[in-house]
C-alpha cells in the first residue's frame, strides 16, 4: 500500500516514515484534491513575470546545474529534475537548507517540505539513500512561465534514527505530478499537484 510523504504531495511525495509518529510537530498535512483542481494547493498567488518578480537568492542560483538555468522549456525541465534530487539530498543528507529558495512562498507543498526537512534533520532521521527519480518529463508554455510534467518513481528506501537503526521503510509507487514554475533570474515552483492517473 502507498504512502505519502507530506500530505500535500498526495500519494507520492508524503510518506512513509516522515509522518509516523511525529505528525504532531510537523506541518499540517496540506490535501490535494482527487480530481483536476489539485491547484488548490499553492493557487494563492499568480506567477508573476520575470520583470516584476521577486530575485531568487545569488547562493541558490550558483548551485543550479547550467542546464536547470536556461529560461527555455528544456531549462525548466532540468530545474524540475534538480529539484526531485535537492528533496533527496534534504532527506538523505539532512541539512534542512537543500530546499531553500527553489520555490515561491505560493507552493504550500514546496512550504511543507523545507519544513519537514528541516525538522528531519533535527531529529537525526535521514533515509539510507535516495527515494525519488524522475522517470520523465514534459514542458509546456504557462504564461509567464512553464509547467512541467513530471513522472516520479518512489523507491522502498529506510529511513534511520540518528544511530543507523531502521524506523520505517517506504513502499515502492509511481505517480505523476504537475509541477508550475516561473522564472525571474532562475526557476522557481510555484505550485506541485499530483495528476491522478489509473495506474498511480
Known sequence: ????????????????????????????????????????TGAARSPTSGVSGPTVPGPVTNRLPAAARAATPAGAQAFVDFYVESINTAFAQPSGTALQGLSTPSCDVCSALEARAA????????????????????????????????DIEQFGVATLDRDGKQIDRNQPSQARFAVSLEFTNAWQ???WSEIPTSTA
Open 189 to 191: 515552483v510555484t505550485r
Open 119 to 150: 525538522q528531519f534533520a533535527s531529529s537525526g532521521q535521514h533515509y539510507a539513500g535516495p527515494i525519488y527519480r524522475t522517470r520523465s518529463s514534459s514542458a509546456s508554455a504557462q504564461p509567464p512561465g512553464q509547467r512541467v510534467v513530471v
Open 1 to 40: 500500500m502507498r504512502r505519502n510523504f507530506v500530505g500535500a504531495v498526495a500519494a507520492l511525495l508524503t510518506g512513509a516514515t516522515l509522518l509516523t509518529g511525529c505528525s504532531s510537530t510537523g506541518p499540517a498535512p496540506v490535501g490535494v484534491a482527487a480530481t483536476g483542481s489539485a491547484g488548490s
